[in-house]
């Protein structure tokens, strides 16, 4: 089965340093891997995905992450953070061996930038 | 264009009422997913449409719940008899579907923010 896990309920970082949201997968096949956001009262917003190809995945809002193979992790990345980024951030997987396109998402991460 | 809507975006019931929660996809997209998301919880799926196929229900949490999709497009999530661990926010996302290619994202609706007294 697949699974996803963030290991930190909240990331603290001040305007303008780097960030650093954790994501670890499981999976039987290869792993299709996603990025959320989540602003308060609103729906998910796609950040950005891994299918296949370059390790390193440039998304919206000037995000990336980092897929790793050998240490099942596909960490989001921001050089140099905003104060709009606060919100939360959720790290999807899909199973490439399954033939829907079903999303396991883990439980989160509230990312707060102070000023 | 139009992202995926949801109707109603709050809704307050009694506990052992039914409830109707509505769907509208994003035009052109064969895949349809209702998720639930209670407080300090993840996203949990609950079940997947893809065209006409038969759907996936495996996340569906016990048979007071059940959806459809008319016409591949609509899709309302019943719940019955609710009860209060029901409450949540419901979260409903499309997707253009394995004839697109697969592996796209999926676009999520606002939520319908569901509240059992």
């Known amino acids: 089965a697949q699974s996803v896990a963030q290991p930190e309920d909240q990331v603290n970082v001040a305007e303008g340093n780097p960030l650093t949201v954790k994501c670890t997968y499981s999976v039987s096949g290869n792993p299709y891997l996603f990025w959320y956001v989540q602003y308060p009262n609103r729906g998910l917003q796609f950040l950005l995905k891994?299918?296949?190809?370059?390790?390193l995945v440039k998304g919206s809002y000037g995000f990336e992450a980092e897929f790793n193979k050998s240490q099942t992790s596909f960490h989001l990345k921001k050089p140099s953070a905003l104060v709009s980024d606060s919100a939360l951030y959720f790290c999807a997987v899909r199973d490439g061996l399954t033939g829907f396109q079903k999303l396991v998402f883990g439980t989160g991460t509230r990312l707060l930038v102070s000023p | 264009g139009a992202g995926v809507s949801q109707s109603p975006s709050n809704k307050v019931t009694e506990k052992g009422k039914d409830v109707e929660l509505r769907c509208d996809p994003i035009s052109g997209h064969t895949a349809l997913y209702w998720y639930r998301q209670s407080l300090g919880q993840g996203l949990e799926f609950l079940i997947y449409?893809?065209?006409?196929?038969?759907?996936?229900k495996s996340g569906l949490p016990s048979d007071r719940f059940s959806a459809e999709r008319t016409g591949g497009s609509v899709s309302t999530l019943t719940i019955q008899r609710t009860q209060q661990e029901d409450s949540a926010v419901y979260l409903c996302?499309?997707?253009?579907?394995?004839?697109?290619?697969?592996?796209?994202?999926?676009?999520f609706g606002p939520g319908t923010r569901l509240t059992v007294l």
């Open positions: 891994y299918i296949t190809g370059d390790n």
């Open positions: 449409f893809q065209g006409n196929s038969a759907p996936d």
């Open positions: 996302a499309s997707s253009p579907g394995l004839l697109a290619g697969g592996h796209n994202e999926q676009f």
